[in-house]
């Protein structure tokens, strides 16, 4: 006989290893008359992780910077989490800013909760 075993339950990232705060600035739904976006919303998103590591992609012909940073944002102990994050918002962090590039949702894996987004910025 083979017994199940009870899958854990999935911690969130422990909050004294998220030691950063950064500014969030939500790019609009309108476009100006010239085509772009502006920023609508800025807040300040604390206890989050930001890993400054360059992120390059390489094919036979040239290599790519694809992220100058990826932060960690855990859906528990993070303050000040918006409903969603927009790609192209401005991110600022220690007075520099960034471009949010892609937006990667991580899962629980006992559920379809979301557990942490990590955030590529360039």
Not at 82 to 109: H, M, N, Q, R, W
Not at 115 to 120: A, P, Q, S
Request: proline share 6%; net charge negative; aromatic share 8%.
């Amino acid at each position: 006989m083979r017994l199940k075993k009870k899958a854990k339950l999935t911690p969130p990232i422990p909050k004294e290893t998220l030691i950063h705060e950064i500014y969030y600035e939500e790019l609009s739904e309108e476009q100006t008359p010239w085509g772009t976006r502006e920023p609508a919303t800025k807040n300040l998103i604390s206890h989050v992780r930001v890993d400054l590591n360059t992120v390059f992609s390489r094919d036979s012909t040239q290599k790519k910077v694809v992220a100058e940073a990826i932060i960690f944002i855990d859906a528990t102990n993070s303050v000040g989490v918006p409903d969603a994050f927009v790609e192209e918002s401005k991110i600022t962090f220690e007075g520099k800013e960034y471009t949010l590039k892609k937006v990667i949702p991580c899962f629980k894996v006992e559920s379809n909760e979301i557990r942490h987004w990590e955030l590529e910025v360039i």
